[in-house]
């Protein structure tokens, strides 16, 4: 059963910076896709970003120069650099695949004064 894990998250003022990470288990995780998607308080999850397994990446334009994807395959783990974090980018952060494995818990991140 794969099992997806989230982590690197917190309270962060503007401007500032996190980086996230997604460790994958039970699975060929240099097959696969990564897409962290973020879910605002009270509202629906959307993608932020996502990289293929050949490396393709795909920002969505409210990131773009702010954050950056990577992959370690051998690691099996996923990252999202966030910088210049602004408090539209609070929410709860997950990675996934697609076909979608079983969802992580999720790591909060929380841009404030």
């Known amino acids: 059963q794969v099992q997806v894990v989230e982590s690197g998250g917190g309270l962060v003022q503007p401007g500032g910076s996190l980086t996230l990470s997604c460790a994958v288990s039970?699975?060929?995780?240099?097959?696969?896709?990564i897409t962290w998607y973020q879910q605002p308080p009270g509202k629906q999850r959307g993608v932020v970003a996502s990289?293929?397994?050949?490396?393709?990446?795909n920002l969505v334009d409210s990131v773009k120069g702010r954050f950056t994807i990577s992959r370690d395959n051998s690691q099996s783990t996923g990252f999202l650099q966030m910088n210049s974090l602004k408090p539209e980018d609070t929410g709860v952060y997950y990675c996934?695949?697609?076909?979608?494995?079983?969802w992580g818990q999720g790591t909060q991140v929380t841009v404030s004064f």
């Open positions: 996934n695949s697609f076909p979608n494995w079983n």
């Open positions: 990289i293929s397994a050949g490396g393709r990446i």
């Open positions: 039970g699975t060929t995780f240099s097959a696969r896709s």
